[in-house]
């Protein structure tokens, strides 16, 4: 508001409105500059969310880096983009961070729990005990805030049928969950008995639920590329890549398919030329952060050549 002018005489009168004047001005001004910080970060973290769906992981989390602010959401991200680049203790701050800040997202527990289970697997075998058990908590948080995150209760699902009892594991927790999952998705739930039935060593079990996952899913590649690789382990090469055939058919340019049926011919130690090929086209793929990683295949192809 400008001032009430008429208190003063002419020449006053004129230089006060100047004054007046001025400080709107710089009142607008400020305003301008605070609307652009505002809108500054969210179009910074649908740029490095872009990047990061393209897999250039370093470059995204550079972006984030000046706009994380308080804001859960570019935490998260900028953690994904650690993970995925193998820095697990970063990934673990900031998803940490993303949790104090929004604790009521089911995500942000799922990915803390990742990152912990990482560091247990990678780290020193003296603490891997405190952050597997870190791990398992935070899977637990992501399923009881959402119980319909699918990748939250997977992960969990695996911990209980890998970890040992003392770390909060076992079959029977796993069985627990299946009723679970399969309120969320049939074709998970069979998917998931037979990872129960291949720990018991019930084979037979385990192949006719993994086709009944299949079949359940006529259009996910992957639950074909599942029953592929069961039949590699046992040694049936040519039943392995009906299977792969099938999802070619579906889905001919999935870059996955190279990547699993390299691991197959792997699996049952055949073809490692062939191997070598397929998996030397995945890291020339379009990839995005659902595919497995390119340092698995690099490992992978090493494997192929000979090598670790």
Request: glycine share 6%.
């Amino acid at each position: 508001m400008l001032f009430p002018v008429r208190m003063f005489p002419n020449g006053i009168e004129t230089r006060v409105m100047l004054e007046a004047s001025k400080e709107m001005m710089k009142m607008l001004l400020v305003a301008a500059f605070a609307s652009v910080a505002l809108w500054a970060g969210p179009a910074e973290i649908a740029r490095a969310a872009d990047l990061y769906h393209r897999t250039q992981y370093e470059e995204a989390y550079r972006i984030l880096q000046p706009v994380l602010g308080n804001d859960p959401a570019a935490h998260s991200l900028a953690g994904k983009c650690k993970f995925m680049l193998d820095d697990f203790k970063k990934a673990a701050d900031l998803f940490e961070k993303a949790v104090q800040l929004n604790g009521q997202l089911s995500d942000h527990y799922h990915w803390l729990g990742k990152a912990y289970g990482r560091r247990a697997e990678s780290g020193n075998p003296l603490i891997a005990p405190h952050y597997a058990t870190r791990a398992r908590q935070m899977f637990e948080k992501a399923v009881e805030l959402d119980p319909k995150n699918g990748e939250a209760i997977g992960d969990l699902f695996e911990y209980y049928m890998e970890a040992p009892g003392f770390l909060g594991g076992g079959l029977a927790k796993a069985q627990a969950l299946l009723e679970q999952i399969k309120a969320n998705d049939q074709a998970e739930f069979y998917y998931a008995t037979a990872q129960l039935a291949q720990k018991r060593k019930e084979f037979n079990k385990a192949e006719q639920h993994l086709k009944r996952a299949a079949e359940l899913a006529p259009r996910q590649i992957g639950r074909l590329l599942d029953v592929a690789k069961f039949l590699a382990r046992q040694g049936r090469l040519i039943e392995s890549e009906s299977f792969i055939s099938k999802a070619e058919k579906l889905d001919p340019n999935n870059p996955k398919l190279l990547y699993d049926k390299a691991q197959t011919y792997l699996i049952a130690k055949k073809n490692l030329p062939m191997a070598t090929k397929l998996l030397e086209q995945y890291l020339k793929a379009d990839l995005n952060p659902d595919m497995p990683s390119r340092a698995d295949a690099e490992k992978l192809l090493r494997q192929a050549r000979g090598g670790a």
